[in-house]
């Protein structure tokens, strides 16, 4: 469970980008969080992982007041999320299983198991024939396929996507919706931000929209709600 | 507790891995480090051998006491009596007619003895302590020249004196040796894990953001580091011990010319262990540094 209580966050350059947010998202929950360039889903993005500190209000991670959270018990709680990076920040330098048995061996997996399992991730999103390639020979869509890979391969229960469908073909968007659709179906917690809600609105029975900072609309619905979801912004 | 063995051994494995992942420059650092522990442990090699060589050199030690003209049987009796109570080595009494038949024996020497109207050498005795040490020496000199119808001790160790005063400042000269080059070793440490913190921060951040410990992100290089470090002690050893194989037969030949038996003596095992073990601690504390300051820079 993740609420946020009058939340708020002011970069160091004075600028406000993010003022007064509350919500809760529940265990199991897909949402979306939509807004235009600049509406500050970046920004909650990071609150939710710790990766920013808020300046005013509180954000609560499964009972732990991420405002108050130690330095050290930061990495516990990042091992909480799948984080798939609006920049992806995949490892170049490194082939494709690699970068998936990064996150293993932080929780000090290695071994046969350690790659029986990312293997099994990569199969998840279709890239298990690429696991020798290095990234830069990936498309698009595969490197983000293998960003989500390196997410969930600890099993997280929940999965944190920056924009994953960014600079993607409606085709590839569309692969891509349906891994976390896989995933939300087997109880992941998953909260996707987006600017573009369009078809999105088909998977996800709740749209977060922010903008200039603040919560402008909270849409609950079925997927014929698209349209609606659409205009919510 | 196996999933920090593991983990231990991830981090000793990704530090093998990156060490052999550039070969020449790890070559170069370990060469350097390498030097760096020779001159020091080489220095005190040296010492420790010159300091054996004159403890089997002052072995055989002399001291010589000259009895007076006038001095009798009985003060020659006195002496002796003295002597083999005092218990602290061997001696032997070379009286004035022994002493005059020898000079005689020396060549050209036979018709000066021939000339002289009487013989002018006094009775004296030869003392080879068993206690050479310098202080002790000195201590006896003194003791002997106090008897009666003693008219001179001479006393040989006045090089051993100074020998083992010039030893204790090279001793001094090896330790501050160690202590630079202790430095040198930890700054090249610093900087071989400074580079590969730059080469390697976009791993690093990752790493950071999807939940890696501190501890987890230093670990390879503190491993790095140590590893780097022992195995430029283990060269250190290497080097000495050849530089010794190099010296050795020159070195028995001075001392076959001094009638000695020396023998170098190089680093033994427990030396080597002590000095693979030092260059492990100093390369630790160098990459420890370096994280430390480098890592707060990422993230
Ligand atoms: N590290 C930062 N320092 C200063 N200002 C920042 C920082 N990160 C974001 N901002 C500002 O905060 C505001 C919100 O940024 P954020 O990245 O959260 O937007 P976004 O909704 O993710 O936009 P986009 O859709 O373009 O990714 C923007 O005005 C941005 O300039
Ligand atoms: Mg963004």
């Given at each position: 469970m993740i609420a946020a209580s009058a939340l708020g966050k002011r970069y160091s350059e004075g600028?406000?980008?993010?003022?007064d947010v509350s919500f809760e998202i529940g265990d199991g929950e897909m949402v979306f969080i939509t807004g235009h360039s600049g509406a500050g889903k970046s920004t909650l993005f990071k609150l939710i992982a710790a990766i920013e500190r808020p300046s005013s209000g509180s954000i609560v991670v499964n009972g732990q007041n991420l405002a108050a959270l130690s330095r050290g018990a930061v990495p516990y709680l990042r091992r909480n999320f799948g984080l798939i990076f609006?920049?992806?920040?995949?490892?170049?330098?490194?082939n494709v299983l690699d970068n998936v048995l990064l996150p293993l061996s932080i929780v000090g997996q290695t071994g046969k198991d350690a790659i029986r399992r990312a293997r099994a991730a990569l199969d998840k999103v279709g890239l298990l024939a690429r696991e020798?390639?290095?990234?830069?020979?990936?498309?698009g869509g595969e490197q983000q396929r293998l960003a989500i890979a390196r997410a969930v391969v600890n099993r997280p229960a929940v999965l944190l996507a920056d924009e994953?469908?960014?600079?993607?073909?409606s085709g590839s968007a569309a692969d891509i919706l349906e891994i976390f659709r896989a995933f939300h179906q087997v109880g992941v917690t998953v909260i996707i931000s987006t600017h573009d809600p369009q078809w999105m609105a088909r998977l996800s029975p709740r749209i977060l929209c922010l903008e200039k900072g603040q919560i402008k609309g909270q849409m609950r619905g079925t997927a014929r709600d698209r349209a609606d979801g659409g205009g919510a912004r | 507790m196996n999933a920090w063995l593991a983990q231990h051994l991830a981090a000793l494995r990704d530090a093998l891995r990156r060490l052999a992942a550039s070969p020449l420059n790890s070559a170069l650092s370990l060469l350097v480090i390498g030097i760096a522990l020779t001159l020091p442990t080489a220095g005190w090699v040296v010492i420790e051998n010159l300091h054996e060589a004159t403890r089997s050199a002052s072995g055989i030690q002399q001291i010589s006491v000259f009895m007076a003209a006038d001095a009798g049987k009985r003060d020659i009796g006195e002496v002796e009596s003295r002597l083999r109570g005092a218990k602290i080595g061997t001696w032997r009494f070379v009286s004035r007619d022994e002493a005059l038949k020898r000079m005689q024996s020396l060549e050209g020497m036979t018709e000066v003895v021939a000339s002289?109207?009487?013989?002018p050498l006094p009775d004296a005795f030869v003392v080879e302590p068993a206690d050479a040490r310098p202080e002790s020496l000195e201590v006896l000199a003194q003791t002997f020249s106090g008897?009666?119808?003693?008219?001179h001790v001479q006393l040989d160790s006045a090089w051993v004196k100074r020998f083992d005063a010039l030893l204790r400042i090279g001793k001094r000269v090896v330790a501050l040796l160690a202590l630079l080059f202790a430095g040198a070793l930890v700054a090249v440490t610093f900087n071989t894990i400074r580079l590969q913190i730059l080469a390697q921060a976009a791993e690093i951040e990752v790493s950071k953001l999807i939940g890696a410990t501190d501890a987890f992100i230093r670990r390879p290089f503190q491993y790095y580091g140590a590893l780097q470090g022992a195995l430029g002690g283990l060269l250190a050893a290497v080097l000495v011990a050849a530089g010794g194989y190099f010296l050795a037969a020159p070195v028995a030949e001075l001392a076959a010319l001094y009638g000695g038996n020396f023998a170098l003596r190089g680093l033994s095992p427990g030396d080597t262990a002590v000095l693979t073990a030092a260059g492990a601690a100093l390369g630790w504390l160098g990459a420890q540094i370096s994280v430390s300051i480098h890592l707060h820079q990422i993230g």
């Open positions: 600028l406000e980008a993010l003022k609006q920049d992806q920040k995949l490892l170049f330098d490194r020798r390639a290095t990234p830069v020979a990936l498309s994953p469908t960014a600079n993607l073909d | 002289l109207p009487r013989n008897w009666p119808k003693v008219a």
